[in-house]
């Protein structure tokens, strides 16, 4: 009927209906929308060859946060610590860098382009992994603290000395 990209361009304008219905949670059920009926295939199935479109139409608005959130938190880390560690001249670190943030960035822009499959879940978890545990490396290796990725701790109240401890309560 149409060719692979005109079918995702035409999958993405038939799910509008469904997801402005289900905006917020989505439904499990989007296959029997209407207007996503008009994608169905010569094998009599509607095809969702988008990742985030599928997530969206299964899960809604809370979904696709949740699916794509440590992707973009991911990517805005590697891109700090790129331009950090070529700012400090660690030129093997900045490629180690840049490759990592390749990685992700196609992986993301993968995912839009094929179904939600089994494995498809554990490549996603298999990528944001191994892109954390670079950044950390890189952190360790760069002498900055490997939790700086987290709040910092409180510092514990200092005690001058000779003082002694007033006991509260």
């Given at each position: 009927?149409?060719?692979?990209?005109n079918y995702r361009l035409q999958l993405i304008e038939n799910a509008k209906s469904s997801i402005r219905q289900h905006l917020l949670l989505g439904t499990p059920e989007f296959r029997s929308d209407e207007q996503l009926q008009q994608s169905m295939q010569g094998q009599g199935i509607v095809d969702v060859v988008n990742a985030y479109l599928r997530?969206?139409?299964?899960?809604?608005?809370?979904?696709?946060?949740?699916?794509?959130?440590?992707?973009?938190?991911l990517l805005r880390i590697l891109m700090k610590q790129r331009s950090r560690m070529e700012s400090a001249r660690a030129t093997r670190d900045a490629q180690a860098a840049s490759l990592i943030l390749a990685i992700v960035v196609g992986f993301a822009a993968a995912i839009a382009t094929v179904s939600l499959v089994d494995r498809l879940g554990v490549y996603y978890w298999l990528v944001l992994c191994l892109a954390y545990a670079a950044i950390v490396n890189s952190m360790k290796r760069s002498s900055a603290a490997p939790n700086e990725l987290h709040a910092p701790a409180p510092a514990p109240p200092s005690r001058r000395a000779g003082a002694t401890p007033v006991a509260t309560g």
């Open positions: 009927k149409y060719g692979t990209f997530v969206v139409l299964q899960y809604g608005i809370v979904g696709l946060l949740l699916f794509a959130l440590p992707l973009v938190a």
